[in-house]
């Protein structure tokens, strides 16, 4: 529950090496056919941004099969934008959506989604140094 500026401002001064939101996308129920996984990064962040996002990208389609890959894609949310360490914003899904609905109220799926962007990370890490 805390607002943009404030998540902006507590991730630049932890001396964090990376930075990730988390999300699930929505849109109207009257869609159920629109499913699938997608990272941002802001353009102008760099090569690292990227990787991270790639790197996050993958490891969730990894234990996601049938998701549809909406790919790795530029954006100018105001949290990967504001942020000074390499950042990405992911949408683990849609909420509206009927394959991303059923695997995204399940606890365990959550979890195996979380140990992806564990993985993500550490991958994103390794390949900076």
Known sequence: DVDLPPRVSLANSSGADLFVSVHAN????????????????????GASARR?????QQQM????????????????????????????????????????SRRLADASFRRRMALALSAGVLNALRESQ
Not at 52 to 56: E, G, P, R, V, W
Not at 63 to 75: A, H, L
Not at 77 to 84: A, E, G, L, P, S
Request: hydrophobic share 50%.
């Open 26 to 45: 929505a849109l109207s129920m009257a869609r159920p056919d629109v499913n699938g996984i997608e990272t941002f990064y802001f353009e102008g962040a």
């Open 52 to 56: 991270l996002a790639a790197a996050l």
């Open 61 to 100: 389609l990894a234990i996601s099969p049938g998701s549809p890959d909406r790919g790795v894609r530029t954006g100018r949310f105001f949290v990967i934008r504001r942020t000074v360490m390499p950042s990405a914003l992911v949408e683990m899904g849609f909420l509206t959506g009927a394959i991303d």
